[in-house]
């Protein structure tokens, strides 16, 4: 969920147009088409997270989320843990790793739990 450059590490991430931070990296990143996965890992939010009193986040990320109706997404770049709705999709803001925030997901499930850890 964090930054991805290298391009030896890229041939093995899907993603989907926007997602990169660096516009040269979205050219190494396989489309994202792959209706059995049910959990889509994503750099960026959506966008409408509140964030500063405005809304922030990633249109792509929205559309894919309204096209593709995936089960439940998981989004990094937003400091503070939340679940929400985005029409029948579960979407997991996972939070900030530096303030001790993290998510473990069961693949087998479909599963997941928030968890804290604190970080001295």
């Known amino acids: 969920m964090g930054d991805v450059e290298c391009p030896e590490r890229l041939n093995l991430v899907y993603g989907i147009p926007g ?3 660096v516009p040269s990296v979205q050219r190494f990143l396989r489309p994202l088409r792959r209706p059995e996965i049910k959990a889509h ?6 966008f409408g ?3 500063f009193g405005v809304k922030s986040g990633y249109q792509e990320v ?7 109706k995936p089960d439940l997404v998981f989004h990094g770049h937003a400091e ?3 679940e929400y709705r985005i ?12 303030r001790g925030y993290y998510v473990v ?10 968890s804290f850890t604190a970080i001295k």
Do not use: C, M, W
């Not at 890992?41 to 959506?46: D, G, R, S, V």
């Open 49 to 51: 997270l509140p964030r």
């Open 80 to 82: 503070q843990q939340l």
């Open 62 to 68: 929205l559309a894919f989320i309204l096209s593709e």
């Open 19 to 21: 997602e990169a931070d």
């Open 41 to 46: 890992l994503f750099h960026f939010p959506p």
């Open 87 to 98: 029409a029948d999709t579960r979407v997991i803001s996972v939070g900030a790793l530096d």
């Open 105 to 114: 997901y069961d693949d087998k499930r479909n599963s997941y739990e928030l």
